[in-house]
Every structure is written in C-alpha cells, then in structure tokens.
C-alpha cells in the first residue's frame, strides 16, 4: 500500500468534491456505469448480451470469442478502469506519472524498472499463439471503445481526486502488453521463497551460527503434517487411472528424477566467520556482504504489492470424489488467502458463447482480473479447476563480487552491463534511473541509496574498490506462456487438457486442483522450477541460502520437464488438499523446494474431510462452505497445555489464564478466549525472538513459527529463551511464558477493559479494506470514508482454514500495543458441484464495482465476513433467472 500525502490545499476542495452537497454526489456518481439499454460498441460482428444479477456480477453472451473478449474488455472497463489503469501504471514503473512526486511511488518505478516487467511483457507477444494474441487485440479494443470520447471524470472518482493535486491526462489507449505485464505483479507477489532466502542470510548475520539459523526454518516434517500427495499416490495407488508425472498416462513407472537437491552436505552460511576466497578475487567480508543483503530486502519491499504480501498469502482449496457427495459427483472449493483491498482483487464475470463452434470456443465463469481477459479460477460446462500457491522456489539471490563496473564470474572480472531509463513524475522533474544486470539477473542493489557506499566498502583482504551486490534470478524475467495457459485452462475438459495447460502456465508457479463432470478429480502442479546443480562448497546449492555469484556451479542448470511434474489423478481415499504444504513426501523427485507453509490448514481441512467421511455424512455445497469458515486453531492445540501448567502467583494476571481453561480452541468474533490466546502468542514470540533477530526478521506468527516455537517448547533452556536485554539473568521456557501470559493480560485491560469476559476477539481483529491510492490517514476524513468501506471484526486468524492472517511483529502506534489487524484472508471463495453446476456458490471480499459509492463496491463484504456465501448461475437458464440488469452491445460502423 503506497503512503499519500496530499497538500492542504487539495485536502479543502476534496472536502467540497465530495461533502454532502448536490454537486457531490453528482461527481461520485458520474462514473458509474451503464447496466441496461442498449451501447453501440465498434468492431462486434453481432449483438452483444450483457446480463448482471443482484450483485452485479455480468454475464457476457457472444457468438464468436473476438466478439466475447471485445465485451469482456468493455465490462471490465465500464467497472474497474481506475484500478487497470493504476495496475498498468505499477506494472511499467510509471506509477509515478499517476499518482505525482511520492517517495513511495517513485522508489516502487525504480525498482520495477530494474526488474524490467514492461520489457518481458513485450518479449511474450512474440511467444504466444496468434489465437492469444487475437483474444487480448479484441480485449484491448473493447476497454479503448469504452474509453473513447469519455473524460477522465467518466472514468472513475479517483481521478477528480488526484487532478486537484497533479495534472491528469486523458487515460492512453489499452495495449494488449498491458494485460500482459500483469501476469508479472501476480507473479511477483506469489514467487515462493524468496523472503526466506534472504531472511536466513540476515539471521546469520546477527546469530552467526548456521545450526542456529536453521532452528529457525525446520524442516517441513517436523510439523507432521501431510503433504498433497502420499505414496500412496506415488505408487500409482490402488485404484486405476492413478499416477504421478507424465501428464496422466496410465500406469508405468515414474520418470527419472530430473533435479537434484545438491549442497546440503556441508550447509553453511553465505557468509561464514572464515573468508571464502574465490578465484583471483575477494575474501567474504561478513558486515559487507550483510548488509548487501539487508539492503536488497528493504529495497524490495518497495514494490507495490498487487496481489498478496507476507504471513497469510496462500490458499485453501480441496475436492472430493463423487463417491463421497450428496449428489455422486464431485465438489471443489477454492479460497486464495491474498491481499484485501477495495476493490477486490477479483472480478467475478461468466463468458459465454451462445453456441459452442470453432469461431466461439468459451463458456467458464469465474473470477478474473480487471485488466486481463478470460477467468483465471472458475469452471466451465465440464471442468471446475482452483489454484493455491504452489511455493515452488523460483528466484535467488547471487551475491556478486563487485569492482567499478565490474563482476566477478569464474575467475574473470566482466562488465557489468548498464542501461538507463527515466521515470517521469507527474508534478516533479524527471528521474534518469541506471539499471544494473550481470549474468544472474538485475543488480537489485544498484537501488540501494544511502547503503550503496556502505557496499562499496574495501574489505580486508579484497582489492581497492571491490565491495558486493545482489543480483535476482527470477524465472519470471524470462518470457513464457503463462497467457497461452489461461485461455487453455478455460476450454479445459479432462485431465489430458488440464496437463496440457500446465505445461504452459509458467508462472507463478501454482498448485491446480481440478474435477470434471464425468467424474474425475486431480490435481496438477504447473511452473518453470530451476535444476539447481550439486555444489559441494561452503553455500548450499538448493536455493534456500543466497549464493556466490562469482563461481558458476551455482548457477541454474536448465529447468524441470513438465512431464515430470507432480501429478494425481483419482487418488484412492477419493479427496485431494492443497493448501500450500509441501507437494510430495521428504526426498520424492523433483526437488521442489525446501520451504513450505507448514500445513496446518491443510491438516484440519483433512481431519474435517475425513470425519465426516468416516461418519458417513455425504458432503454437499453447505459442508464445504462450513469448512471454509472453520475457525479452529491449531496453536491452542499444541500450546495450551504448556501454557496452562504455568504457576501465576498474581490473581489478576491469573484471571486471564483462566480463560484459556474453558476456551474451545475456536477464534469467532466473541471470544474471551481468542482475544487473550492470541495476545499471548504474540508477546510470547516477542520476548523470545525479538532480542535475538533484526527487526527485518522480526517473527510474523505464520506457521513457520508455531513449527519453532513447538519445538521449543521441548527444550526448556534453549538460548532463544534467554532474553539478552535482562543483565546478568538468564531465563528459561517458563519464565518466558509466565511473562508472555502476564503482559497479555495488562495488554488487554489497557485495549478492552479489566473484565475478561467483556473481551472479544472481533474488537481486536478487525480488516480495514483500503483503496490503493485514496486510503491512507493523510486522505481528507470524508474521502476515506467513501473509498474505504466500514472496517469488520473478524473470526480466524494465521495458519487456520479462515486464514483471516495478522502480523505478530507490527505494532499499532496509535494505541501503543501490537497490532492483530487483518493483513490476508480469503479474497474469494468459491463451492462448485459439478453435479449441479447452478448450485454452485461463491462470494468476494468486496464486491463487483471498482467505483466508491456505487452499490456494488462492497456489497458482498458482509456476507464474505460471516462466512456465507450467493448463488452461482451458470447455464442460460439460470442467468436469466437471476438477471436484474441486461445491456445490448450492438455492432456500430
């Protein structure tokens, strides 16, 4: 979320723009669109249906797929313009040219232009079919046809709001590059370990022990938890039809291995106490190379984050054998936990042809993004399909040895090269930025500004002027055909076509569960996943630390056939999870990647999928939707009994205490219980950690901590128990939860009052939706509340199936304590039955419209937060059933 700081002057006239006058709500209506009647729209061959129910959601009927796209682009527009035209923006690093001179804005331009998005996009359109290229040509000309002869106060409220403060042009004409460059922020945000990566080189750098660090990252069976595919799977199962890898082909072996894990042998630190001296070139200097490292990551952060950030980007999804349905068929659910914005991420849109012909191909409804054509989750007439973030490990960080314009590379000191690009500021004067790369990807440190010359320090034993920089390799910076995958997955039907989708959807690397109308269920592991060679050196080699750059070994060695990649197809206990744990079993070919969610979502999802299979009780629709709403916590499960067996000799600080006693492990709205766990949980992680670690890596309370913490638990003098800040005293695991429990208690009486059982855990943990650019505290009071929609308390919480995620390591300045707001959850959710596909549910964050004020902007978001759900219409009879509104698109000249 970029920071606003609007001048007084445009804080005065917004307050008039949009005060309860006449004039007022005039300029907030203004752009709102056109629902019923009739719009001459140039290019469609015939008419045009456009269908939109009670909560606004469009149905699009065409005869031919250019004529649907063309629509789609038109709708999209008609809706959601300021929000594509803002992610165009971000996606080119020209943010700046919108929004005017922001530190924010201008430092997110310099490093997307280092990245070089734009440039990749542009790359993709010589890769992609002609078909694909048609699909986003028809839906670039409906959003321009849409914008035509509109002024920007047409478009959308935000640009009355920023043209008080920097000039606003008319919007340029959509390119289909455009929606290209999206797939980039999607990508971005959803890249898999990346954060780990450089968390494990900061931790070394202040606890400078390697065992140490790796306490810290454990690996993903000391959860316990069950990875998406069993042996059982792996084995080909006991059930026909059954396999892994090789796109579905029935029986056979499995393919040999295609990666290999490489360097765990001799794990160490990137930069351990001894030097490493490379060929001709630098010792390791440890503060140097440190804070190369700490300096990328705050750089990094600059990037706007589009889709998700931090503890809660993930998702649910699970699907289940019609051999274990009301209905005999099977049932798929699917709820991406992303960043939740207003508007939502998502648009919810059908698109369908009238006839199924060679020239009109598409009939899928779903959720898609504004600004990219087709559905990107949803399901069509025979095949329902969800994605979950796969987490395969797809960047690293090289650390280069750096002289002048120079790198280090296997012995030899090559130029580095250099181009440079100027970011225009609306507002302000131009910025020449220089752009950095070496043979591993963009210098991410060339951004560095303040820490450059800490960088370019001698070391020791180096050269004069040899000091480091981190270069990132990305495999989205290469260009792919993750466009060709979506249009594939629309017209998929059976497992052979969701295969042959895969095998192009690059990245972000995803996990697809699907279920066809025959019958079939599956799942499908997609992504460009980088070989890492075997390096038998001071850095491992499977992409978990950051690594040398100045030696080649370490370099990607090609990448994983899509043939081998993971795959299931009717596994015999008839259900599949994926919720970001690990895919395949400890050791299990191809090496994916060492960090996962630690699956404890997954885990509940299975203990409730098989309960009630064990019951005998037939899921349906509602069983699914239950589930998704699940609240239960697994940190109470594995906490609880160490935190009640703590002697508190204060009878206040035991009053919270005995809360926990009756508590039943569940985090609704009302809960004593949840207030005061979770409390606890983040003051027990900040006496334990936060003396020991940089605040980079501060703990966020994710899974990955619960997994730490667990262990701990079972070592009640580990070091982490110490708190450093206490002189000459050395505590213990004991010590450290009393405390946790007692300053919960004074934290609570300070935020909720001295009565426990007036405490609720909804008044603490609460989602605030923010626009993007109109949010933040400096926007005038009126103009938040219009654009902001009332902030919820809400259930659930980190690592639980309502995965409504808050972050332990923030604080709330404001009320001088921790802060438990909603920072991710379920974006959308979605219950398909393929039995019935008109009995389908599902629901979004906000709601269909990107425009403040208008009835569809957060209308759904009070249903989306008690867990329920609407309607899903999706044969003709069915949308026309539910229709409210229909708008006729007819040819024009």
Not at 378 to 407: C, K, P, S
Not at 860 to 871: H, I, K, R, S, V
């Amino acid at each position: 979320m970029l920071r606003r700081s609007l001048i007084a002057l445009a804080s005065l006239l917004v307050l008039v723009v949009v005060g309860v006058t006449v004039a007022g709500v005039m300029i907030v209506r203004k752009p709102f669109p056109q629902a019923d009647g009739e719009v001459g729209l140039p290019g469609l061959r015939a008419e045009v249906s456009v269908q939109r129910d009670a909560q606004g959601v469009p149905h699009i009927y065409a005869q031919t797929s250019a004529d649907l796209f063309r629509a789609q682009g038109y709708v999209h527009a008609q809706d959601r313009f300021f929000e594509m035209d803002y992610r165009r923006h971000v996606t080119a690093g020209r943010l700046s040219e919108l929004v005017g001179n922001n530190p924010d804005a201008i430092s997110a331009d310099r490093v997307i232009r280092t990245f070089g998005w734009r440039k990749v996009a542009e790359q993709e359109w010589d890769l992609i079919t002609q078909e694909s290229r048609d699909h986003l040509t028809a839906y670039a000309q409906g959003v321009n046809a849409y914008l035509e002869s509109r002024s920007t106060s047409d478009l959308g409220l935000e640009y009355t709001v920023l043209g008080v403060q920097v000039d606003v042009a008319d919007p340029e004409p959509w390119d289909p590059i455009d929606s290209l460059a999206w797939l980039k922020a999607m990508a971005w945000d959803l890249r898999g370990n990346y954060d780990d990566e450089l968390d494990r080189a900061l931790v070394y750098s202040t606890v400078g022990d390697v065992a140490k660090v790796e306490e810290l990252f454990p690996p993903y069976a000391d959860a316990g938890n069950a990875p998406i595919l069993d042996s059982a799977a792996l084995d080909g199962g006991a059930t026909a039809g059954t396999s892994v890898g090789g796109g579905f082909s029935a029986g056979g072996p499995l393919p040999e291995p295609a990666t290999s894990r490489g360097g765990l042998a001799s794990p160490d630190a990137l930069t351990p106490p001894g030097p490493v001296v490379p060929a001709d070139g630098p010792s390791v200097d440890a503060p140097a190379a440190a804070a190369a490292i700490s300096a990328a990551h705050r750089v990094l952060d600059a990037v706007p984050h589009t889709v998700a950030q931090g503890e809660g980007t993930g998702s649910n999804s699970w699907v289940v054998s019609g051999a274990h349905t009301a209905t005999g068929k099977p049932m798929l659910a699917n709820d991406p936990h992303l960043a939740l914005s207003a508007p939502s991420i998502w648009s919810q849109v059908g698109l369908h042809c009238t006839e199924i012909t060679t020239e009109c191909q598409f009939d899928v409804s779903g959720f898609s993004f504004s600004g990219f054509p087709g559905v990107v989750i949803g399901h069509n007439a025979d095949l329902a399909w969800g994605l979950t973030n796969l987490g395969a490990d797809v960047t690293d960080f090289f650390v280069e040895a750096i002289r002048e314009d120079q790198y280090l590379y296997d012995g030899e000191w090559l130029p580095i090269t250099v181009r440079s690009e100027v970011v225009r500021i609306n507002g302000g004067q131009d910025l020449t930025v220089e752009i950095r790369e070496t043979v591993h990807g963009p210098l991410v440190s060339s951004e560095l500004g303040e820490t450059v010359a800490a960088l370019r320090t001698p070391t020791e034993d180096a050269p004069r002027g040899t000091g480091y920089g981190v270069a990132l390799s990305w495999t989205a910076l290469t260009p792919g055909r993750t466009a060709d995958a979506v249009f594939a997955l629309n017209r998929a039907a059976n497992a052979a076509d969701v295969a042959a989708a895969a095998a192009l959807f690059e990245v972000p690397s995803q996990n697809i569960v699907f279920a066809t109308t025959s019958g079939d269920i599956g799942y499908q592991a997609p992504g460009k996943i980088p070989v890492r060679g075997d390096v038998d050196g001071p850095v491992p080699s499977d992409g978990s630390w950051p690594r040398p750059g100045w030696d080649s070994a370490y370099d990607w060695q090609g990448f994983v056939e899509p043939a081998d990649m993971p795959a299931a197809l009717n596994p015999p206990e008839g259900f599949i999870v994926a919720a970001n744990q690990a895919v395949l079993e400890a050791g299990e070919e191809p090496f994916l990647t060492t960090d996962w969610d630690y699956g404890y979502r997954s885990q509940r999802i299975r203990a409730l999928l098989e309960g009630q299979i064990a019951a005998g009780t037939p899921l349906t629709v509602d069983s699914m939707a239950a589930m998704q709403a699940d609240d239960w916590s697994p940190y109470a499960d594995l906490l609880l009994p160490a935190l009640l067996d703590q002697d508190l000799d204060d009878e206040f600080a035991a009053e919270g205490q005995e809360l926990l006693r009756t508590w039943d492990e569940t985090t609704g709205r009302d809960s004593a219980g949840a207030a005061y766990f979770n409390a606890v949980w983040g003051n027990l992680l900040q006496a334990t950690f936060w003396d020991d670690l940089p605040e980079l890596v501060w703990p966020d309370g994710g899974s990955t901590w619960l997994t730490v913490v667990a262990a701990l638990l079972d070592d009640p003098t580990s070091p982490w128990w110490d708190d450093r800040t206490t002189v000459n005293v050395v505590e213990t695991r004991d010590e450290i939860l009393g405390r946790a429990l007692v300053d919960a208690r004074l934290d609570l009486t300070r935020t909720l009052g001295k009565d426990p059982a007036h405490w609720e855990w909804g008044r603490l943990h609460r989602l605030e939706l923010e626009h993007p650019v109109l949010g933040g505290d400096s926007i005038p009071a009126p103009v938040r509340a219009l654009v902001n929609p009332r902030p919820v308390g809400m259930p659930g919480g980190s690592s639980i199936v309502n995965a409504t995620a808050w972050d332990a390591s923030t604080w709330d300045a404001t009320n001088q304590s921790r802060s438990f707001a909603v920072t991710a959850g379920p974006s959308m959710r979605m219950m398909v039955d393929l039995a019935d596909l008109d009995a389908s549910r599902w629901v979004v964050v906000s709601g269909t419209s990107g425009h403040p004020g208008h009835p569809h902007y957060a209308d759904q978001l009070g249903t989306w937060a008690d867990g329920e759900n609407y309607p899903w219409a999706f044969t003709r009879a069915a949308v026309d059933a539910a229709a409210k509104d229909t708008l006729t698109l007819r040819p024009t000249e």
